[in-house]
Protein backbone atom coordinates (compact mmCIF):
# COMPACT_ATOMS: atom_id res chain seq x y z
CA UNK A 1 0.00 0.00 0.00
CA UNK A 2 2.75 2.46 1.03
CA UNK A 3 4.72 1.14 -2.19
CA UNK A 4 1.30 2.57 -4.50
CA UNK A 5 0.72 5.65 -2.55
CA UNK A 6 4.58 6.35 -3.05
CA UNK A 7 4.42 5.78 -6.67
CA UNK A 8 1.31 7.94 -7.30
CA UNK A 9 3.19 10.82 -5.41
CA UNK A 10 6.64 10.52 -7.75
CA UNK A 11 3.94 10.19 -10.94
CA UNK A 12 2.17 13.00 -9.28
CA UNK A 13 5.27 15.15 -9.44
CA UNK A 14 6.72 14.09 -12.53
CA UNK A 15 2.91 14.93 -14.43
CA UNK A 16 3.17 18.69 -12.44
CA UNK A 17 7.14 19.56 -12.92
CA UNK A 18 7.76 17.95 -16.65
CA UNK A 19 4.46 17.13 -18.36
CA UNK A 20 3.23 20.67 -17.31
CA UNK A 21 6.57 22.88 -17.75
CA UNK A 22 6.33 26.05 -19.32
CA UNK A 23 9.67 27.11 -20.24
CA UNK A 24 11.26 30.30 -20.78
CA UNK A 25 11.28 30.93 -24.43
CA UNK A 26 13.32 34.11 -26.37
CA UNK A 27 10.06 35.71 -28.66
CA UNK A 28 11.30 36.89 -31.50
CA UNK A 29 9.07 40.23 -30.79
CA UNK A 30 8.85 40.83 -35.12
CA UNK A 31 5.27 40.91 -36.31
CA UNK A 32 6.84 40.04 -39.42
CA UNK A 33 7.92 36.38 -38.47
CA UNK A 34 5.22 33.63 -38.15
CA UNK A 35 6.86 31.35 -34.83
CA UNK A 36 5.77 28.04 -33.98
CA UNK A 37 2.62 27.54 -31.73
CA UNK A 38 3.56 24.03 -30.64
CA UNK A 39 6.99 22.20 -29.28
CA UNK A 40 7.21 19.65 -31.31
CA UNK A 41 8.05 17.69 -35.06
CA UNK A 42 6.56 19.09 -38.10
CA UNK A 43 5.45 16.20 -39.90
CA UNK A 44 3.72 17.36 -42.68
CA UNK A 45 3.77 21.28 -44.96
CA UNK A 46 1.98 21.35 -47.91
CA UNK A 47 -0.33 24.07 -49.91
CA UNK A 48 -3.48 24.01 -50.44
CA UNK A 49 -6.08 25.54 -52.59
CA UNK A 50 -9.94 25.47 -54.10
CA UNK A 51 -8.95 21.80 -56.10
CA UNK A 52 -7.53 20.00 -53.14
CA UNK A 53 -10.27 21.24 -50.85
CA UNK A 54 -12.82 20.03 -53.48
CA UNK A 55 -10.77 16.11 -53.95
CA UNK A 56 -10.62 16.11 -49.71
CA UNK A 57 -13.93 17.63 -48.89
CA UNK A 58 -16.01 13.72 -49.46
CA UNK A 59 -13.50 11.98 -47.30
CA UNK A 60 -12.13 14.93 -44.68
CA UNK A 61 -15.15 17.47 -44.27
CA UNK A 62 -13.21 19.07 -41.98
CA UNK A 63 -10.45 20.02 -44.09
CA UNK A 64 -12.71 21.96 -46.07
CA UNK A 65 -14.24 23.59 -42.83
CA UNK A 66 -10.72 24.57 -41.56
CA UNK A 67 -9.37 26.35 -44.32
CA UNK A 68 -12.57 27.96 -45.62
CA UNK A 69 -12.71 31.34 -43.37
CA UNK A 70 -8.78 31.70 -43.97
CA UNK A 71 -8.45 32.40 -47.22
CA UNK A 72 -8.59 31.02 -50.83
CA UNK A 73 -4.98 29.24 -51.10
CA UNK A 74 -2.25 29.16 -48.53
CA UNK A 75 -0.34 26.55 -47.02
CA UNK A 76 -0.77 23.89 -43.92
CA UNK A 77 2.06 22.78 -41.63
CA UNK A 78 0.93 20.24 -39.19
CA UNK A 79 3.16 19.49 -36.09
CA UNK A 80 3.27 16.13 -33.67
CA UNK A 81 3.35 16.00 -30.12
CA UNK A 82 4.50 13.80 -28.29
CA UNK A 83 4.75 12.94 -24.32
CA UNK A 84 8.08 14.83 -23.95
CA UNK A 85 6.90 18.36 -25.72
CA UNK A 86 5.94 20.78 -23.96
CA UNK A 87 2.52 20.92 -24.10
CA UNK A 88 1.29 24.76 -24.00
CA UNK A 89 0.75 26.48 -26.96
CA UNK A 90 1.67 29.65 -27.76
CA UNK A 91 0.30 32.83 -29.98
CA UNK A 92 2.67 33.20 -33.35
CA UNK A 93 2.45 36.60 -33.66
CA UNK A 94 0.34 39.59 -33.01
CA UNK A 95 -3.04 39.28 -33.44
CA UNK A 96 -6.81 39.05 -32.49
CA UNK A 97 -8.84 36.10 -31.77
CA UNK A 98 -12.26 36.06 -34.50
CA UNK A 99 -13.16 32.85 -33.75
CA UNK A 100 -13.00 29.60 -31.85
CA UNK A 101 -15.12 26.11 -32.19
CA UNK A 102 -14.83 23.21 -30.19
CA UNK A 103 -15.95 19.77 -32.32
CA UNK A 104 -16.27 16.14 -30.39
CA UNK A 105 -14.55 13.63 -32.03
CA UNK A 106 -12.69 10.22 -31.82
CA UNK A 107 -9.78 10.07 -30.21
CA UNK A 108 -7.92 7.55 -32.53
CA UNK A 109 -3.94 7.22 -32.43
CA UNK A 110 -2.53 10.63 -33.39
CA UNK A 111 0.69 8.97 -33.98
CA UNK A 112 0.07 6.69 -36.46
CA UNK A 113 0.00 8.27 -40.20
CA UNK A 114 -3.91 7.50 -41.64
CA UNK A 115 -3.41 9.84 -44.25
CA UNK A 116 -0.82 11.47 -46.74
CA UNK A 117 -0.83 14.61 -44.30
CA UNK A 118 -0.81 12.52 -41.06
CA UNK A 119 -4.06 14.75 -39.97
CA UNK A 120 -6.48 13.08 -37.41
CA UNK A 121 -9.32 15.11 -39.37
CA UNK A 122 -11.98 12.77 -37.51
CA UNK A 123 -10.26 13.62 -33.53
CA UNK A 124 -11.85 16.11 -30.83
CA UNK A 125 -10.40 19.17 -32.03
CA UNK A 126 -10.55 22.63 -31.30
CA UNK A 127 -10.46 25.59 -34.24
CA UNK A 128 -9.11 28.90 -33.44
CA UNK A 129 -9.06 31.82 -35.76
CA UNK A 130 -7.13 34.90 -35.97
CA UNK A 131 -6.66 38.06 -37.54
CA UNK A 132 -2.56 39.69 -37.54
CA UNK A 133 -2.21 43.29 -37.32
CA UNK A 134 -2.16 43.18 -41.20
CA UNK A 135 -5.63 42.01 -41.71
CA UNK A 136 -4.53 38.68 -42.70
CA UNK A 137 -6.19 35.63 -41.26
CA UNK A 138 -4.83 32.17 -40.10
CA UNK A 139 -5.68 28.93 -38.28
CA UNK A 140 -4.48 27.00 -35.30
CA UNK A 141 -5.96 23.83 -34.85
CA UNK A 142 -5.49 22.12 -31.55
CA UNK A 143 -5.95 18.17 -31.66
CA UNK A 144 -7.00 15.72 -29.47
CA UNK A 145 -5.06 12.12 -29.23
CA UNK A 146 -5.36 8.76 -27.97
CA UNK A 147 -3.74 9.89 -24.77
CA UNK A 148 -4.42 13.39 -24.57
CA UNK A 149 -8.24 13.72 -24.11
CA UNK A 150 -8.10 17.02 -22.86
CA UNK A 151 -7.60 20.72 -25.04
CA UNK A 152 -7.84 23.97 -23.37
CA UNK A 153 -7.65 27.32 -24.56
CA UNK A 154 -7.64 30.51 -22.50
CA UNK A 155 -8.83 32.82 -25.05
CA UNK A 156 -12.17 34.48 -25.49
CA UNK A 157 -13.40 35.70 -28.54
CA UNK A 158 -12.03 39.10 -29.64
CA UNK A 159 -9.60 38.88 -27.30
CA UNK A 160 -6.02 40.60 -28.29
CA UNK A 161 -2.70 38.08 -28.38
CA UNK A 162 0.73 39.09 -28.63
CA UNK A 163 3.74 37.13 -30.46
CA UNK A 164 4.59 34.60 -27.49
CA UNK A 165 1.37 34.89 -25.27
CA UNK A 166 0.37 31.49 -23.87
CA UNK A 167 -2.77 30.56 -25.33
CA UNK A 168 -3.44 26.95 -24.87
CA UNK A 169 -2.81 23.40 -23.74
CA UNK A 170 -3.01 20.40 -25.02
CA UNK A 171 -2.40 17.59 -22.15
CA UNK A 172 -0.04 14.55 -22.96
CA UNK A 173 1.02 15.52 -26.09
CA UNK A 174 -0.55 15.27 -29.72
CA UNK A 175 -1.45 17.34 -32.46
CA UNK A 176 -1.62 20.96 -34.16
CA UNK A 177 -2.21 22.07 -37.17
CA UNK A 178 -1.51 25.81 -38.59
CA UNK A 179 -3.24 26.86 -41.43
CA UNK A 180 -1.82 29.88 -43.37
CA UNK A 181 -2.97 32.20 -46.08
CA UNK A 182 -1.30 32.57 -49.41
CA UNK A 183 2.04 34.91 -49.61
CA UNK A 184 4.17 33.92 -46.74
CA UNK A 185 7.68 32.75 -47.00
CA UNK A 186 7.86 29.41 -45.80
CA UNK A 187 11.01 29.04 -43.47
CA UNK A 188 10.49 25.18 -41.87
CA UNK A 189 9.97 21.95 -44.03
CA UNK A 190 8.99 18.51 -43.08
CA UNK A 191 11.21 16.91 -40.15
CA UNK A 192 12.18 20.06 -38.83
CA UNK A 193 11.77 19.89 -34.76
CA UNK A 194 10.36 23.17 -33.38
CA UNK A 195 10.12 25.26 -30.21
CA UNK A 196 6.90 27.13 -29.20
CA UNK A 197 7.63 30.67 -29.57
CA UNK A 198 10.67 30.46 -30.72
CA UNK A 199 11.02 28.64 -34.12
CA UNK A 200 9.88 30.38 -37.23
CA UNK A 201 7.58 28.45 -39.21
CA UNK A 202 6.97 31.65 -41.97
CA UNK A 203 7.74 34.92 -42.77
CA UNK A 204 4.91 37.86 -43.65
Keep these: MVA ?39 VAVFGWNDSIVQITKKEFGAFDTWVADVDTAGTIIHI ?10 RAPTNAVLLSKKYVTGNFSNAVVMNNEWGIRFENEHNELTFENTKGKKYKLVQIAGFVARRIEDFLTKGQQVKQGDVIGLIKLGSQVTVILP ?5 KTKTGDVVTEGESVLAEW
Aim: aromatic content about 12%; proline content about 6%; glycine content about 8%.
Design 4 to 42: VVLLGAVLGLYYQFWFLRLPDRNIPANEKLFVSPANGKV
Design 80 to 89: QMDVTNVHYQ
Design 182 to 186: SGVQL
